[in-house]
């Protein structure tokens, strides 16, 4: 295979396989919170009205009705080590393992609190093994079934009286989003970062550790953290403008945003795409992004429910990269590129982009039907007719010995023995040679013959 198409080193959106539910499928409602796979298998979708179950089928769901634990809005999921589904609520927060779902109640160093108070806004399950949670109400922790004030060193069962979001562990430090400001937790001591004036309002909901930098999804854009400042990261784009809504890493140390401007695809620190609202295959308004044990992707959108986006062995090469028409007719390998005979004219993909060579107002015919390459030109069959592109020069030419072929459908091109070359048409064979065409019109027994293709043999 020749180095121009060499499998790319990123998978572009438009290289999944996009699979869609909805309610119109069997899911419980348009609203995907939260996305996780438990240890079994399933996926679990929170909503606003409960939890759907799915195993690639179909749907199970939990609500209320036959869960009376679920008895508010699904905001987050996790599924930790011991098998345990985690279930962040509005209104606290609730355990299932083996097929039994409990609430966890508040432990005697928290009070009772009211509904604004406990809402969950998101779960961690540390290194060892306990489960933190971040909360309207400030930082919690599990402990003997119960829901506890996070203390632990210097912090006090005052210090996080304030609303907390996301939240990270890389080694021994433990990351907290908060409004305005985020807290590091390391070596049993708590350190604050509060961040300008202008950026109290700012709540710190998604924390991600990406390529030597902690990214910092916010209501006002990304943003890493730098000498305890914030800076936006990929100012150039539209992050740096637009509030964060879901982020993840995957297992190819790619970036995933989803924005209300859409999902945003990031590898290597550079932006790879923005697959936009206006795009035909967007799924717009993504509220979570999950990778299964498969690395299939799965989107949870607030209007349109759940995609997964499933890889693929093979990969489409087309406007994201330059090229300039879709539908393509003949591919031809040469050195270390590629020509492409489209619908309309003649493209070149290096380096791992499509340029325009020849467009097709330029040739007898604009469909570039065959090829054939030699060290110094491309012959071009049209659907008119032939024309050869000189690689020297980047000038395209008709010798007068092919202008008879103009009224001819080139179908196929391979050279002789020596110096020239064959052509296959619907009115038969021609061989062009030293600037000559001789024509093979009919059989011996004078039936017309019309060539789809020429194979030489030994």
Known sequence: MVKAIEQPQVRLFNQYIQDRWSVTDGL??????????????????????????????????????????????????????????????????????????????????????????????????????????????????????????????????????????????????????????????????????????????????????????????????????????????LPESKLSITPIDAMLVDSNQELWVGTNLGLFHVNDGQLVEHISNDNPEAFKVIRSIFQDKENNLWLGSYIHGIARLRPTTAYTFGAQLGLTEPLVWSVLPDANKLWVGTNNGLNQFENGRFSLVVAGSQLPHPVVYSMYASLNEVILGTRAGVAIFDKNTQTLNIPKALESLKESEIRSIVPDEGSGIYLGTNNGLYHYVNGKTNWFSQLDSGEKISIRYIKKTS
């Open 28 to 233: 419980l409602q348009v609203v995907a919170t939260s996305i996780v796979q438990d240890a079994e298998g399933y996926l679990w979708i929170g909503s606003q009205v409960g939890l759907s179950r799915f195993d690639g089928i179909k749907f199970t769901h939990f609500t209320p009705a036959n869960t009376p634990e679920l008895s508010s809005m699904t905001t987050k999921l996790l599924s930790d080590s011991s098998g345990r589904l985690c279930i962040g609520t509005e209104k606290g927060l609730i355990l299932r393992k083996n097929g039994v779902f409990l609430s966890i109640p508040f432990g005697e160093s928290a009070e009772q609190e009211s509904f604004p108070a406990v809402y969950v806004h998101n779960i961690l399950e540390l290194d060892s093994g306990d489960i933190l949670v971040s909360a309207q109400s400030g930082m919690y922790i599990v402990k003997d079934q119960t829901l506890r004030k996070f203390i632990a060193g210097n912090i006090g069962e005052d210090t996080f009286k304030k609303p907390m979001f996301g939240l990270l562990q890389t080694q021994k430090n433990i990351w907290l989003g908060g409004l305005g400001e985020l807290f590091l937790y390391s070596g049993g001591k708590l350190n604050r970062y509060a961040f300008e004036e202008n950026n109290s309002s700012l709540k710190i909901e998604h924390i991600v550790s990406y390529r030597g930098k902690l990214l910092l999804g916010t209501t006002k854009g990304l943003y890493y953290l730098s000498n305890k400042q914030l800076v936006p990261f």
